[in-house]
């Protein structure tokens, strides 16, 4: 799932996973990128989700219709992912090392997924695998947690409680993070340290076009998975981009 985070820790969490997004709203998401992308000309149904951990990400899609392939470092997961959707075609591979899985309307990956690969060369991997992937005119969303994010959520603690399961959460960063800063959080609970980078909008742009993705729309993800027109990494904790293949790119 993630460069940073050693895919064994997934599969220790993988059965408590759900859980522990129990709060997260996927059918509001998806009604809210599948919204935007319409706006953007997506004119097919096949997906590919990177990063899909269980499958909650992509369930939405398939029960609209969609065609989905979906792919993970996790295997346990994966098996998670793969026992909610038979329907769908899992992977096992890492988001920095995408190999060419299919020519898609639609490329996917959520949950700040993306925040775990800590340096440029590994996002730009990543851009880089999404254009390979994508069919020309194919759409890529993609969402990166805001500064804000890492100044509260990561510079805080909490405790939370679902289906009788206790998390523990512990930040490990600052209030006063700065721009392209690292931060860590803790699960106290399984000991899996979480480190992430934060990814500033003028890099994020820079590596898209350096991978052949032209961005056409940059969004604040508001409380509800709403989206804000007006993105302000001092109010929203993420940024949703939306990005096509450049004119010319490769396939």
């Known amino acids: 799932m993630t460069a940073d985070l050693n895919p064994s820790a997934y599969d ?18 998806t009604e809210q990128v599948l919204a935007l992308a319409a706006r953007h000309g997506l004119a097919g149904r096949t997906l590919l989700d990177l990063a899909c951990g269980t499958g909650n990400s992509f369930m939405p899609f398939l029960s609209r219709g969609f065609e989905v392939t979906a792919c993970d470092a996790s295997p346990a997961m994966l098996a998670e992912a793969a ?5 769908a075609e899992v992977v096992l591979c890492d988001i920095s090392e995408l190999p060419v899985l299919g020519s898609f309307d639609l490329v996917t990956c959520f949950d700040d997924s993306l925040n775990y690969l800590l340096d440029d060369e590994e996002l730009g991997a990543a851009f880089e695998g999404m254009a390979r992937n994508l069919r020309a005119g194919g759409l890529a969303a993609f969402d990166l947690n805001s500064l804000l994010a890492y100044r509260t959520t990561f510079a805080a603690d909490r405790v939370s409680e679902s289906d009788g399961t206790v998390f523990a959460w512990r930040g490990l960063g600052s209030a006063a993070a700065e721009p392209g800063s690292a931060a860590e959080a803790r699960i106290e609970i399984f000991a899996t340290t979480h480190r992430q980078r934060h990814f500033p909008r003028e890099r994020v742009l820079a590596l898209l076009a350096g991978a052949g993705l032209e961005c056409v729309a940059v969004h604040g993800v508001l409380a509800d998975a709403s989206l804000d027109e007006r993105p302000d990494e001092s109010r929203h904790l993420k940024v949703l981009y939306t990005a096509t293949r450049a ?5």
């Not at 969490?13 to 759900?18: I, V």
């Not at 004119?247 to 396939?251: K, L, R, T, V």
């Open 12 to 29: 220790a969490f993988a059965q408590f996973y759900d859980a522990f997004t129990a709060a997260s709203d996927y059918e509001r998401w």
């Open 83 to 87: 026992s909610k959707a038979p329907g």
């Open 247 to 251: 004119e010319g790119g490769d396939a």
